[in-house]
């Protein structure tokens, strides 16, 4: 596997980046539409940063970021939830991980936790926050495998139709 994983330019390449996500999360060409401007949006926040896998120079996974902001749409959401467990102070200092899919063909390969780490090694913040579906996944797996741990569950976001959970986990991560 002749794998590269290197900074990429989101914008220029956001509709190869959600091409695989839309395979990696069963994404319909209406959902992809609407992410694609938020992933634009998102890209021109300070501090965003985006790092794309590729194999024999097809884009086959991608994880982008920030500096969390609790101005932003997902910190309103997710706020309450993380202040019933008196934890909303995780809003504050953290890099979200506001995306990060690998196609299913090249999942279970190590891809995804190198993307998560290279990404998070990068930035100034003191630990890390991300969503994730609320089930027993391989990806809840493996972040609980860098150290992310459950800051809260069965958070509902406005039209997703499953529940999340928040997880957060100091930095760097924690390696095998």
């Known amino acids: 596997m002749d794998l590269v994983i290197g900074p990429l330019d989101l914008s220029a390449h956001v509709d190869e980046a959600l091409a695989v996500q839309a395979i990696a999360f069963g994404l319909s060409p209406d959902e992809v539409a609407v992410r694609r401007q938020i992933v634009l949006r998102h890209m021109t926040h300070p501090g965003a940063r985006a790092l794309g896998a590729s194999v024999g120079g097809a884009l086959v996974g ?3 970021g920030m500096p969390n902001d609790r101005a932003h749409w997902w910190s309103t959401v997710v706020e309450p939830y993380l202040r019933a467990r008196h934890c909303d ?4 200092g953290s890099f979200v ?3 990060l899919h690998v196609h299913p063909r090249h999942q279970n390969r190590g891809i995804g936790r190198s993307l998560i780490t290279t990404i998070t090694d990068g930035v100034a913040e003191p630990r890390s926050i991300l ?5 027993d996944s391989p990806a809840r ?3 609980h ?3 992310y741990v459950d800051l809260a569950r069965q958070v509902l976001f406005p039209s997703a139709p499953k529940p999340y959970a928040v997880m957060g986990a100091p930095l760097p991560l924690r390696r095998r």
Request: aromatic residues 20%; glycine residues 10%; proline residues 0%.
């Open 62 to 64: 991608f994880v982008y």
């Open 89 to 92: 102070d995780w809003l504050d």
């Open 97 to 99: 991980i506001t995306e």
């Open 131 to 135: 969503s994730a579906i609320d089930t």
């Open 141 to 143: 797996g493996l972040y």
């Open 145 to 147: 495998s860098l150290g």
